[in-house]
């Protein structure tokens, strides 16, 4: 599986939106919504805000399993989750994927298009990497979710914010010591 390509945009989507409904300070309005499928490779033309709310409760859904703390708990909530989202096998051709798999078909609505796509990419990272690349974010006070779908693989933060926050920290209290 390619991590860092085309997988990955149902992964980054998942992650984004989880923070945007769940996280503190998101910001889940229907027009960021539109912007947060615009910069992940969705249809987000097709976007209207009365979809905004079940957008959200997605976000909502998926939370847990950034939260999991055990590989069997994420497994038992996609499985859960992909009885229940509809989703039709589709090849598709287009740019700049080549031919590659779609989870619906072109007539379904963008909302199940969006599930579909999210849980499956989420379901082919633990496939790969069980829980090893995602989780909540390790900076204290910071309830924000992430996936690293780098080579390396060693993220634990949100963003570099979370990051240099946390290793400043770390070194006054070390120099302190
Ligand atoms: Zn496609
Ligand atoms: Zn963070």
Avoid: K
């Avoid at 992909?82 to 080549?98: Q, R």
């Amino acid at each position: 599986m390619r991590t860092t390509g085309y997988g990955s945009h149902g992964v980054s989507a998942a992650v984004a939106l989880v923070n945007a409904a769940t996280g503190e300070g998101g910001d889940a309005s229907a027009e960021a919504l539109r912007r947060l499928l615009r910069e992940n490779g969705f249809f987000w033309h097709e976007f209207e805000d009365a979809e905004a709310e079940d957008f959200r409760r997605w976000g909502r859904v998926l939370r847990p399993f950034f939260e999991a703390p055990r590989l069997q708990d994420a497994t038992a909530l996609l499985n859960r989750l992909m009885l229940e989202i509809p989703m039709h096998p589709h090849l598709s051709d287009h740019e700049p994927h080549g031919l590659h798999m779609h989870y619906a078909p072109p007539s379904s609505r963008l909302l199940d298009r969006f599930r579909a796509t999210t849980l499956m990419n989420l379901a082919e990272l633990v496939v790969e990497y069980g829980l090893g690349r995602t989780g909540v974010c390790a900076a204290a006070g910071c309830d924000r979710v992430y996936a690293d779908t780098s080579r390396a693989g060693r993220r634990r933060f949100c963003s570099e914010g979370c990051a240099n926050r946390t290793n400043v920290a770390a070194f006054r209290a070390r120099r302190r010591t």
